[in-house]
């Protein structure tokens, strides 16, 4: 499968030229950019690790095109995503976030079940990777 | 009369309390020289006065009915400090274009109104006084709310930040469809366009307003299958997904009852219908509030009152009570589809539902200037006759923050449900994304749109079975504006 979260998961993944187009565009509307990863892909992980804290005075898209390298190549088998950051009085969130890096293989998820009663049932997903501990994930 | 008249100002107090009829200006409803405080509230009516009324007596009127006023003088006025409950009618002017229509400005004080209560705001400003005789019509065209009154409300339980961040969906619009046919189908069938149509991309399915428990489908047969493809589709792609299930009901109890449920088994948005009433409308909020629910709003029935230009309440202000009462997604029009939504008029909702404070902007029928004081924003709904070789038009004017909704364009894909729905998604990113890159969509959307559809079949066949669809009618709800009229 192919894990859809992230602005543009439904390209066909992204050239360094578009990642830097995209980050270009962030960074001329003042927003800070950051680089996440992890190998814990679950819809509702908030918390990616933080590569290096998000890049408030960096306005330079080759500077910030290192970061997402140097992060890619720490963490080739993990998922990388690229956020921008706006800290406009009433946004103060997120405008943009996209996966730039994904592992070779990735297994999905399962879907257990917990019948209750009036035929309702409590779900829960689960990542088959995350059967493994943390950095022997997607190994 | 003629006495008050030959003095042409107030009368004396003795003379304006004698029992008997007199004209509503005379009375104290009309004050060409009023200047509005930051607290009142003001209210901007179109009035279509009858042969031989003027305008300010009947803008006088409107202020009477809609405030203290009754047909006759009644002395009990004088057991209250009545001037300041009387609303004041300050200022008529033509509307540009349309014989026999006036902009009548009145405010009104903020003593006159209950705090966090759109019941006690419509009774007043709309409750007895768009079937007052010397009036032709009536329309409720726009309004300020005082900062001090928006912070009686609540406002959205969610708003479009904090919706983004649970789903972890940035950087573009969200994607929907309402379950098709509207009725009929099974709870079981049901549930499959729902799975079918979120794991092939879309962020969200929706009950239709209508789709409340009937003989074949209950609400709670509906509830469990729709939950189930929900949870599936979370699988099957490792995105956030959600459902607006419909508790609309005959009664509160009903409603909460629904609303249970769906929380028990995980749903993240509640839907709800506008024809409920606003003072439901506010309960359901203050229950999505305690239960972190989005709450989807669907605007059944406004058509009825906010289409005409001459007599109604605009949607605008209908927009700017919901967001007061605090519904977190409200269908606002789509421009480009098939149902009502002149591009300016449809811009001014947005503009009122979505940013912190709206500027004075005649072209997009925003009179007032306002500030929500911090009030969430709302998500606007774009729904009704959209398909994918639009995106670039629906990008262009409606922008990031709003969810797009294809039904017909989703489940009326040749090759099925899914593949509507990934055609819409490939779509979309890559509309967003040319944009990011400085491309000048409105033109070469087209283009993108051909680009895409090279890497992704689904595209190409929604591409190639809508092309040609398009609503190009006359908009009856336009702004009336001179173009050079400088801000109030």
């Given at each position: 499968?192919?894990?859809?979260?992230?602005?543009?998961?439904?390209?066909?993944?992204?050239?360094?030229?578009?990642?830097?187009?995209?980050?270009?565009?962030?960074?001329?509307?003042?927003?800070?950019?950051?680089?996440?990863?992890?190998?814990?892909?679950?819809?509702?992980?908030a918390?990616?690790?933080m590569?290096?804290?998000?890049?408030?005075?960096?306005?330079?898209?080759?500077?910030?095109?290192?970061?997402?390298?140097?992060?890619?190549?720490?963490?080739?088998?993990?998922?990388?995503?690229?956020?921008?950051?706006?800290?406009?009085l009433?946004w103060?969130?997120?405008?943009?976030?996209?996966?730039?890096?994904?592992?070779?293989?990735?297994?999905g998820?399962?879907?257990?079940?917990?019948?209750?009663?009036?035929?309702t049932?409590?779900?829960?997903?689960?990542?088959?990777?995350?059967?493994?501990?943390?950095?022997?994930?997607?190994? | 009369?003629?006495?008050?008249?030959?003095?042409?100002?107030?009368?004396?107090?003795?003379?304006?309390?004698?029992?008997?009829?007199?004209?509503?200006a005379?009375?104290?409803?009309?004050?060409?020289?009023?200047?509005?405080?930051?607290?009142?509230?003001?209210?901007?009516?179109?009035?279509?006065?009858?042969?031989?009324?003027?305008?300010?007596?009947?803008?006088?009127?409107?202020a009477?009915?809609?405030?203290?006023?009754?047909?006759?003088?009644?002395?009990?006025?004088r057991?209250?400090?009545?001037?300041?409950?009387?609303?004041?009618?300050?200022?008529?002017?033509?509307?540009?274009?349309?014989?026999?229509?006036?902009?009548?400005?009145?405010?009104?004080?903020?003593?006159?109104?209950?705090?966090?209560?759109?019941?006690?705001?419509?009774?007043?400003?709309?409750?007895?006084?768009?079937?007052?005789?010397?009036?032709?019509?009536?329309?409720?065209?726009?309004?300020?709310?005082?900062?001090?009154?928006?912070?009686?409300?609540?406002?959205?339980?969610?708003?479009?930040?904090?919706?983004?961040?649970?789903?972890?969906?940035?950087?573009?619009?969200?994607?929907?469809?309402?379950?098709?046919?509207k009725?009929?189908?099974?709870?079981?069938?049901?549930?499959?366009?729902?799975?079918?149509?979120?794991?092939?991309?879309l962020?969200?399915?929706?009950?239709?307003?209508?789709?409340?428990?009937?003989?074949?489908?209950?609400?709670?047969?509906?509830?469990?299958?729709?939950m189930?493809?929900?949870n599936?589709?979370?699988?099957?792609?490792?995105?956030?997904?959600?459902?607006?299930?419909?508790?609309?009901?005959?009664t509160?109890?009903?409603?909460?009852?629904?609303?249970?449920?769906?929380?028990?088994?995980?749903?993240?948005?509640?839907?709800?219908?506008?024809?409920?009433?606003?003072?439901?409308?506010?309960?359901?909020s203050?229950?999505?509030?305690?239960?972190?629910?989005?709450?989807?709003?669907?605007?059944?029935?406004?058509?009825?009152?906010?289409?005409?230009?001459?007599?109604?309440?605009?949607?605008?202000?209908?927009?700017?009570?919901?967001?007061?009462?605090?519904?977190?997604?409200?269908?606002?029009?789509?421009?480009?589809?098939?149902?009502?939504g002149?591009?300016?008029?449809?811009?001014?909702?947005?503009?009122?539902?979505?940013?912190?404070?709206?500027?004075?902007?005649?072209?997009?029928?925003?009179?007032?200037?306002q500030?929500?004081?911090?009030?969430?924003?709302?998500?606007?709904?774009?729904?009704?006759?959209?398909?994918?070789?639009?995106?670039?038009?629906?990008?262009?004017?409606?922008?990031?923050?709003?969810?797009?909704?294809?039904?017909?364009?989703?489940?009326?894909?040749?090759?099925?449900?899914?593949?509507?729905?990934?055609?819409?998604?490939?779509?979309?990113?890559?509309?967003?994304?040319?944009?990011?890159?400085?491309?000048?969509?409105?033109?070469?959307?087209?283009?993108?749109?051909?680009?895409?559809a090279?890497?992704?079949?689904?595209?190409?066949?929604?591409?190639?079975?809508?092309?040609?669809?398009?609503?190009?009618?006359?908009?009856t709800?336009?702004?009336?504006?001179?173009?050079t009229a400088?801000?109030?």
């Amino acid at each position: 499968m192919r894990i859809t979260q992230g602005t543009f998961s439904f390209l066909p993944d992204l050239t360094d030229a578009q990642i830097r187009a995209q980050i270009e565009y962030c960074l001329g509307r003042g927003w800070a950019v950051s680089v996440e990863y992890t190998d814990d892909p679950h819809p509702r992980n908030a918390y990616w690790e933080m590569y290096g804290m998000p890049m408030f005075d960096l306005k330079d898209a080759a500077g910030v095109m290192a970061e997402v390298d140097a992060c890619r190549k720490t963490f080739p088998d993990h998922y990388v995503k690229v956020n921008a950051f706006d800290a406009t009085l009433g946004w103060e969130s997120l405008r943009l976030s996209f996966i730039v890096n994904r592992p070779k293989k990735e297994p999905g998820f399962g879907l257990l079940r917990e019948e209750g009663a009036g035929r309702t049932q409590r779900y829960s997903v689960r990542a088959y990777a995350t059967e493994r501990p943390e950095g022997e994930r997607y190994t | 009369m003629g006495k008050l008249e030959q003095a042409g100002g107030r009368p004396e107090a003795r003379e304006r309390y004698r029992a008997g009829v007199m004209k509503y200006a005379q009375m104290g409803y009309w004050d060409a020289g009023y200047v509005p405080k930051d607290t009142d509230l003001i209210a901007l009516f179109r009035i279509t006065p009858q042969e031989g009324v003027d305008p300010e007596e009947a803008a006088a009127a409107v202020a009477g009915e809609s405030s203290t006023a009754t047909w006759t003088v009644v002395w009990t006025d004088r057991l209250t400090a009545c001037e300041r409950y009387r609303a004041k009618a300050y200022r008529v002017d033509p509307v540009p274009g349309a014989a026999g229509q006036y902009f009548a400005y009145i405010a009104y004080d903020l003593a006159l109104f209950e705090p966090g209560s759109i019941a006690n705001l419509t009774a007043s400003i709309i409750g007895n006084v768009f079937g007052f005789k010397p009036l032709k019509a009536l329309r409720l065209e726009d309004m300020r709310l005082p900062v001090a009154y928006v912070k009686t409300f609540d406002g959205p339980p969610t708003g479009i930040v904090v919706e983004r961040e649970r789903l972890d969906k940035f950087g573009r619009p969200l994607l929907g469809a309402t379950v098709k046919p509207k009725l009929g189908l099974s709870g079981k069938n049901y549930g499959r366009v729902v799975y079918e149509a979120l794991k092939g991309g879309l962020d969200f399915t929706k009950d239709d307003e209508n789709i409340n428990s009937q003989p074949f489908m209950h609400w709670r047969d509906r509830f469990l299958y729709c939950m189930e493809a929900v949870n599936r589709a979370q699988a099957a792609t490792g995105e956030v997904k959600g459902t607006y299930l419909n508790v609309t009901a005959g009664t509160m109890e009903d409603m909460y009852e629904r609303a249970e449920l769906a929380k028990e088994l995980g749903s993240c948005v509640v839907m709800i219908d506008l024809v409920i009433g606003y003072t439901a409308i506010q309960s359901m909020s203050k229950w999505a509030r305690r239960n972190d629910m989005i709450l989807h709003l669907h605007r059944a029935g406004h058509s009825t009152y906010t289409r005409q230009k001459t007599h109604g309440v605009s949607f605008r202000v209908i927009s700017k009570w919901m967001r007061l009462a605090g519904v977190d997604h409200i269908h606002a029009g789509t421009v480009v589809g098939k149902l009502e939504g002149d591009p300016n008029s449809v811009q001014g909702f947005y503009n009122v539902l979505r940013e912190d404070h709206n500027a004075v902007d005649l072209q997009r029928g925003l009179f007032f200037e306002q500030d929500w004081g911090g009030l969430r924003k709302v998500m606007p709904v774009a729904s009704g006759g959209i398909h994918a070789g639009q995106m670039h038009q629906l990008l262009h004017y409606l922008g990031e923050d709003v969810v797009l909704q294809f039904g017909g364009g989703t489940i009326g894909h040749p090759m099925g449900i899914a593949a509507g729905a990934t055609a819409n998604r490939v779509a979309l990113e890559a509309m967003v994304l040319a944009r990011n890159e400085g491309r000048d969509i409105w033109n070469e959307g087209p283009r993108i749109l051909e680009q895409a559809a090279r890497h992704c079949t689904p595209l190409k066949q929604a591409l190639d079975t809508w092309k040609d669809v398009t609503f190009d009618y006359a908009s009856t709800d336009t702004p009336d504006f001179v173009p050079t009229a400088t801000a109030a």
